[in-house]
Nanobody, 124 residues
Framework: QVQLEESGGGLVQAGDSLRLSCATSAPTFKNLAVGWFRQAPGKEREFVAAISWNADSTYYADSVKGRFTISKDNAKNTASLQMTALKHEDTTVYYC?????????????????WGEGTQVPIYS
């Protein structure tokens, strides 16, 4: 079992930057692809960004491309989502997810492990 814990969320102003982190103690993390998803109340979870197990490949939703950067540090068992130029519509809860298959995926439900999420409220 892989337990993921997100951190770094918090109240920010539109235009600001924020870095979310995802940590685990599971040694198998280095073999897992990681994705970041987000879900607003009453809405479906949506894909944000993903990275392959070895961090060689990344993929982004069009809505965040050029503003968000996903990274993975297998030596530290962590993954991050650097968010810049935040918009009000980025306000939601962000989830870190990991999948056994090493290739990334933008499919909601295509991941095997996920954290409890971290909130990112954004004010104008």
């Amino acid at each position: 079992q892989v337990q993921l814990e997100e951190s770094g969320g918090g109240l920010v102003q539109a235009g600001d930057s924020l870095r979310l982190s995802c940590a685990t103690s599971a040694p198998t993390f280095k073999n897992l692809a990681v994705g970041w998803f987000r879900q607003a109340p009453g809405k479906e979870r949506e894909f944000v960004a993903a990275i392959s197990w070895n961090a060689d490949s990344t993929y982004y939703a069009d809505s965040v491309k050029g503003r968000f950067t996903i990274s993975k540090d297998n030596a530290k068992n962590t993954a991050s989502l650097q968010m810049t130029a935040l918009k009000h519509e980025d306000t939601t809860v962000y989830y870190c997810e990991a999948r056994i298959l090493g290739h990334y995926s933008d499919y909601v439900g295509g991941y095997d492990y996920w954290g409890e999420g971290t909130q990112v409220p954004i004010y104008s």
